[in-house]
């Protein structure tokens, strides 16, 4: 089978497991930056001492994790399919969360408008940073991790599932925190929340190594995939495979 026909089977392909993974994606992708971004937990650590983070950094990995195994197991074409599909995901929730805020409220519930502006007022600059800084760095992780599948011809998954993690979240952190709250927390702690993120982010990608492996073990027998983007389009601006 030539390259060309070896690619046009894959893009015609039917995964048993695809459309799931998507859609587990793009869930923790809204609840992530919608949920957990608008708050700033802090913790207290022996020796370090207090350590201020974006409560989404508990759970916005994930979608990290989900974009390696998504690129390591059906190749950079795909997992560009989803990206696109996190962001309009997060475009119709920005929109639909600015639309609910504007709406006459009934007098009965003036309190409860209050709470839904304190938690949403400023969604339009969380989900604009998460939309700039969330294509920005997934397709610098999925690009990154596909360019070294090639480079280790397939060995050490390890390396590029962090590897591409420590790029692409640098590239995400570096953007999300100055879009979204620039202006409204102190430069400072801009800065230290931003990284904080960046370390506790890559600090997960570390320790759920070994799931990411079982995963992609699973999907790889499951779906007799292993996709290798030897013949890519790397342009992030498409949606065909």
Same mark, same amino acid.
């Not at 800084?133 to 397709?139: L, R, Y």
């Not at 090639?150 to 953007?175: K, M, P, Y």
């Not at 790889?220 to 389009?233: G, P, Q």
């Given at each position: 089978?030539?390259?060309?026909?070896?690619?046009?089977?894959?893009?015609?392909?039917?995964?048993?497991?695809?459309?799931?993974?998507?859609?587990?994606?793009?869930?923790?992708?809204?609840?992530?930056?919608?949920?957990?971004?608008?708050?700033?937990?802090?913790?207290?650590?022996?020796?370090?001492?207090?350590?201020?983070?974006?409560?989404?950094?508990?759970?916005?990995? #994930?979608?990290?994790?989900?974009?390696?195994?998504? &690129?390591?197991?059906?190749?950079?074409?795909?997992?560009?399919?989803?990206?696109?599909?996190?962001?309009?995901?997060?475009?119709?929730?920005?929109?639909?969360?600015?639309?609910?805020?504007?709406?006459?409220?009934?007098?009965?519930?003036?309190?409860?408008?209050?709470?839904?502006?304190?938690?949403?007022?400023?969604?339009?600059?969380?989900?604009?940073?998460?939309? #700039?800084?969330?294509?920005?760095?997934?397709?610098?992780?999925?690009?990154?991790?596909?360019?070294?599948?090639?480079?280790?011809?397939?060995?050490?998954?390890?390396?590029?599932?962090?590897?591409?993690?420590?790029?692409?979240?640098?590239?995400?952190?570096?953007?999300?925190?100055?879009?979204?709250?620039?202006?409204?927390?102190?430069?400072?702690?801009?800065?230290?929340?931003? #990284?904080?993120?960046?370390?506790?982010?890559?600090?997960?990608?570390?320790?759920?190594?070994?799931?990411?492996?079982?995963?992609?073990?699973?999907?790889?027998?499951?779906?007799?995939?292993?996709?290798?983007?030897?013949?890519?389009?790397? &342009?992030?601006?498409?949606?065909?495979?």
């Amino acid at each position: 089978m030539t390259m060309s026909s070896a690619t046009s089977a894959h893009s015609g392909r039917v995964y048993r497991y695809y459309d799931l993974v998507m859609v587990a994606f793009v869930t923790v992708l809204l609840c992530s930056n919608l949920i957990g971004a608008a708050k700033a937990a802090q913790v207290t650590l022996p020796v370090i001492g207090p350590v201020t983070f974006g409560a989404g950094v508990l759970f916005f990995p #994930i979608s990290y994790i989900f974009g390696d195994v998504l &690129t390591e197991v059906y190749g950079y074409g795909r997992d560009r399919r989803v990206v696109w599909a996190g962001f309009a995901a997060l475009a119709f929730a920005t929109f639909m969360s600015l639309v609910v805020l504007k709406m006459p409220v009934a007098p009965f519930m003036s309190d409860y408008q209050k709470s839904l502006e304190d938690v949403f007022g400023n969604t339009w600059r969380i989900a604009l940073g998460s939309l #700039i800084a969330f294509c920005c760095g997934s397709f610098t992780n999925s690009y990154v991790l596909a360019k070294m599948k090639l480079w280790t011809n397939g060995r050490w998954l390890w390396s590029r599932t962090i590897g591409s993690t420590l790029a692409g979240e640098l590239v995400d952190s570096s953007l999300f925190y100055v879009i979204a709250f620039h202006g409204i927390w102190p430069l400072e702690k801009v800065i230290q929340v931003a #990284i904080a993120q960046y370390i506790l982010k890559t600090t997960w990608e570390v320790v759920m190594t070994p799931v990411t492996y079982k995963v992609v073990n699973f999907l790889k027998r499951a779906e007799r995939e292993d996709y290798y983007d030897r013949n890519t389009d790397f &342009t992030p601006f498409r949606l065909r495979v």
